[in-house]
């Protein structure tokens, strides 16, 4: 099979609306240079686009024209190493995707413990933030969630009862490891975030985990978070104003 065919053969098992690179298409190093015509006559029959240098994507067509990947997968070669999770979507991108806004952010954020990464993939723009836990794809999911609860005061247009309904459905539908490994996590957040996290999931703790979490709150701190207990029950029990 020649290198254009292959690439072809590569390109066709890609999904619709996926981007995908060199690597994906399993390129070895001294087909570069042919891969990379296969891949501008494919450009030119309008069969895949370039988001950026060495990485392109099949675009799924509508009746409204073609539409771009989602953000998650745009940035999917950043949030991935040799397809390990190494990072994941946090800031305003992840509230909107959330529901918690409905502000769009103009530079992405993205988490990952021990890599600072930047993106730049034409009017997308990532910037680094530190994640508080190694990350992984087996708890990225809830550490977008005590992310939310970190930032919930910064977060605008955010109706607040809507915003605890909503997170607190979240956690509703974690599995038991889920909600082990949260408590676990949220002990590496600031006080702010456990206090709220306690908050939320008092009733579904049991005491023991309840006592380790107040036990790791100073009793003398106060929370400014202007919910009321109309909002959130359990708010007094957590200090949280």
Same mark, same amino acid.
């Given at each position: 099979? %020649?290198?254009?065919k292959k690439?072809e053969a590569?390109?066709?098992?890609v999904p619709?609306g ?19 015509k296969?891949?501008e006559?494919?450009?030119k029959?309008?069969v ?5 240098? $060495?990485?392109?994507?099949?675009? =799924?067509?509508?009746?409204f ?5 989602r953000e998650?997968e745009l ?5 991935f190493? =040799?397809n390990?999770?190494?990072?994941y979507i946090?800031? &305003?991108?992840?509230y909107?995707?959330l529901?918690? %806004?409905?502000?769009v952010p103009?530079t ?6 021990d890599?600072r990464?930047?993106?730049? &993939? ?7 933030? =530190? ?11 809830v550490?977008?969630?005590?992310d939310a &609860?970190?930032?919930f ?9 809507? $915003? @605890? ?16 490994i949260?408590l676990k996590?949220?002990?590496k ?8 996290? $306690? ?7 049991t005491?023991?985990? @309840? ?7 100073n009793p ?9 207990e109309a909002? &959130?029950?359990?708010?007094k ?5």
């Amino acid at each position: 099979m %020649t290198i254009s065919k292959k690439v072809e053969a590569e390109v066709n098992r890609v999904p619709i609306g996926s981007t995908f690179t060199y690597q994906t298409l399993a390129v070895d190093f001294n087909e570069y240079a042919a891969a990379a015509k296969a891949i501008e006559r494919l450009i030119k029959k309008k069969v895949i686009k370039r988001v950026s240098t $060495g990485v392109f994507f099949k675009p =799924k067509k509508t009746i409204f024209g073609e539409l771009m990947p989602r953000e998650d997968e745009l940035l999917k070669n950043y949030l991935f190493e =040799k397809n390990k999770r190494i990072a994941y979507i946090t800031g &305003l991108s992840l509230y909107n995707k959330l529901g918690l %806004t409905t502000q769009v952010p103009s530079t992405i954020k993205i988490a990952s413990r021990d890599k600072r990464i930047f993106a730049s &993939l034409g009017n997308l723009k990532g910037k680094p933030v =530190k994640s508080y836990i190694d990350v992984s794809d087996k708890n990225y999911y809830v550490l977008e969630i005590l992310d939310a &609860l970190k930032d919930f005061k910064q977060i605008p247009d955010m109706d607040k009862k809507s $915003g @605890v309904l909503l997170l607190t459905d979240k956690i509703k539908n974690w599995d038991d490891a889920d909600k082990k490994i949260a408590l676990k996590y949220v002990l590496k957040y600031p006080p702010r975030v456990r206090a709220l996290y $306690g908050a939320i999931v008092e009733n579904v703790l049991t005491p023991e985990e @309840v006592k380790s979490l107040q036990d790791s709150l100073n009793p003398l701190s106060q929370y400014e978070y202007n919910i009321s207990e109309a909002i &959130l029950p359990n708010a007094k029990n957590w200090n949280i104003r």
